[in-house]
């Protein structure tokens, strides 16, 4: 008995061990293979893109595009893997030495990575496919740039304006008239965007805000950028110092305070904090809580999708100035395509961006992310059949010499973070903004050179 | 050459071993001794390190948001791991009763336990909404006319994030649970005998009987809350004005935003030695008031 039992254990044994082992086999064999759908003869170069969603589906119809015409007879395929926190990925991958062949980044990536040699120069490479500074508009040409050197070229930007509802402006057009503004008009000094919020205010028994007519905090994406509308900028790129003290930084911190100070600090955060997610109807412009808002080009894809009752019913406006004469201030602000140091197929990636950055190419998937073109030439179809109906005025913006872009400084994750403490401590009122732009000045100053100085003595130990 | 059985044991033991034994010295026990260098270099993880002594500790004595991450992550602690403690052990007493459905009512406490990490912060993100969340709409029903801002509000920030931590006791209940079905039936009925209240069984059977678990609890405890990350990363990014901003956040900003990995580095040994410090008190203190059944 016992020994009839021992055999039944052993061939349960061989029986266990063989359902694990075949299925192993067989998936060995025949299972699914990472790169089983590409062309085995082409090049494959690997491109990690951020976008997810309808925007990478987007971005796939000019990947497709390249794949099947230019790629095919160049023998060049893209693989397209759409990668959150890209960024952070592509950093280690870099420093792991498997980098993708293209990465989707952020403008505001490329000086730190350029700055710790992640990406490889493309100079070379643009000068032979003909893209020099005269195919960008000026500003996305220099965000491309860190050290007199090419690090990235532009996959899609867009700039800011103010957008206004039209429909809370002739709802209250009375009392608009009676403050002595027009409704049928966007403010076009800072001063009169606060006398069109001021009107525009709806607050209740209790001081609670029931429509804001503008708000510097909702969204505030831009908001360590509002110096460029008084005139003023933070970072002296000559001088490769901070200016936070400078009177018209310190004046624009001053205005995006006096809005706590008008409303009150805590309405205007708990207004804030009741407000809904940006991508979605609760958006405050698109659920008319607040009547308006600075924002990018993309805003009229997100109220076209999310809210298309709202199509006709709001318009842009350059975004207000300090003072009259000083027109047409923007922020740009773009996704670029790099080139991850130690990429195995530096010439083939960048046959796909160069391609990408042709007309066409570049019209077509800018249209489709509804944002505006970085090219210096563009053609009258792109105008006359973009998703945004103000993207004449968008387009103007970005050529105008009072657009700027993000300031070229490696440790900008750093100044951010320390900007975007303040502004939060401004604004509830905590401190001053001379106070607080005083006490990041030195310590931001400290760690840029900090961050120089350690460059300059690994270069040193390289050349030893 | 033939081996004896022990030997062929052994290399058998082992050779099933080396999987675990290989991922165990490549993934954990290089990267922490490595770790313990950079945190002597100027390192980004792009260039190779340069070796810079006692730099970043030097650094970081000096970087005012250390002491503010550090400030916060301590008072968190002080705020969270009590609390959460004292409600595991009242839960669990009270789930050790013989009441009908007590199993219904133990899988309720354990559930949230199970939803992920950021799935419970989207939740509480809307429980604390001041306009639409659940809770201001119950604190506006018994009459509060202007509920708190929750993570709009520095003041509130940090307790709405104690208050959200108290909704994972399931895990720690259930340790409780094991432990207080341990406790001998005798001693309580001695005290029965001895005429001692339901407080004062609490306070003299069940609390020493299960203070290895409490113990045990309270040194996960200790690493768990100076560990913070997860929902204060997606909740609130550290804010308002840094109030929520913790130490292992600030870690990870130096790490994979900063790409300073030295600093960072000498930030998460800083941690380890606040956490072994912290355990070893815990452990020192505990021949005062962990009693086993064994000794």
Known sequence: MASR????????????????????????????????????????????????????????QIVDLFNNTLGKEKG?????????????????????????????????????????????????????YG????????????????????YALVSTPYDVALHYNKKIFHDNADRLRRAGLDPDRAPQTIAELDAYAAALDQIGPNGQIKLAGYLPLEPGWYINYTCLWFDGSWWDDTAKRFTFTSPAVVAS???????????????????????????SPQNAFLAGTVAMVQQGTFLANFIHNLKPSMDGQWAAAPF???????????????DVFVIPRGAVHKREAFEFIAFVNRQENMEKLCNMHCKISPLAKVSDDFL????????????????????????????????????????????????????????????????????????????????? | MSLSTDQRNFYKG????????????????????????????????????????????????????????????????????????????????????????????????????????????MLWLWLF??????????????GMANPPGWLSNPTWAMPALVLMSAWGIGNTVIIYLAGLQDVPRELYEAADIDGATPLRKIWHVTLPCISPVIFFNLIMGIIGTLQVFGAPFIMTGGGPARSTYFYTMYLYDNAFVNLKMGYASAMAWVQLLIVLLLTALAAWSSKHWVHYSGK
């Open chain 1, 5 to 60: 039992f021992a055999h039944f254990v052993k061939g349960l044994r061989y029986l266990m061990a063989l359902l694990l082992i075949v299925p192993a086999v067989l998936l060995l064999a025949v299972g699914p293979r990472a790169g089983g759908a590409l062309p085995s003869d082409r090049v494959i170069v690997d491109y990690w893109e951020k976008w997810t969603g309808e925007e990478e589906a987007l971005l796939r």
């Open chain 1, 76 to 128: 060049i395929y893209v693989r397209c893997l759409s990668t959150s926190s890209v960024n952070q990925k592509t950093l280690i991958s870099t420093a792991a030495g498997v980098p993708p062949d293209i990465a989707g980044l952020w403008d505001t990536n490329v000086a730190q990575f350029a700055a710790l040699d992640a990406l490889e120069p493309l100079d070379d490479l643009a000068a032979e």
């Open chain 1, 131 to 150: 893209i020099t500074a005269d195919t960008y508009k000026p500003v996305f040409w220099q965000t491309c740039r860190y050290d007199n050197k090419l």
């Open chain 1, 253 to 279: 911190f001053d205005w995006i305070q006096s809005y706590s100070r008008k409303l009150g600090k805590s309405a205007v955060s708990d207004f804030r904090s009741g407000l809904g997610n940006f991508d």
């Open chain 1, 320 to 334: 207000p100035s300090v003072r009259p004469g000083l027109n047409n201030v923007t922020y740009c602000n773009t």
């Open chain 1, 384 to 464: 006359n059949h973009h998703k945004n109906p103000y993207i004449r005025l968008f387009e103007s913006l970005a050529q105008s010499p009072n657009a700027h872009a993000a300031a070229p400084v490696p440790i900008l994750p750093e100044v951010g973070e320390e900007l975007s403490n303040m502004v939060q401590r401004i604004a509830l009122l905590e401190i001053s903004p001379a106070a607080g732009l005083a006490d990041i000045q030195p310590r931001l100053q400290k760690k840029y050179d900090d961050f120089q100085a350690r460059q300059v003595r690994r270069r040193v130990m390289q050349t030893k």
């Open chain 2, 14 to 121: 082992m050779a099933f071993l080396s999987p675990w034994l290989i991922g165990f010295t490549v993934f954990t026990v290089i990267p922490i001794v490595l770790s313990l260098y950079y945190s002597f270099c100027d390192y980004s993880l792009l260039q190779s390190p340069v070796y810079e002594g006692l730099g970043n500790y030097s650094t970081l004595v000096h970087d005012p948001i250390f002491w503010t991450v550090l400030k916060n992550t301590v008072i968190y602690a002080l705020m969270a791991l009590p609390l959460g403690m004292v409600l595991a052990i009242v839960v669990a007493i009270l789930l050790n009763a013989k009441i009908a459905g007590v199993t219904i009512y133990r899988t309720v406490i354990f559930l949230p336990s199970l939803v992920p990490a950021v799935a419970s912060a």
């Open chain 2, 129 to 142: 909404n001041s306009k639409l969340g659940l809770i201001n709409n119950a604190l506006r029903g018994l």
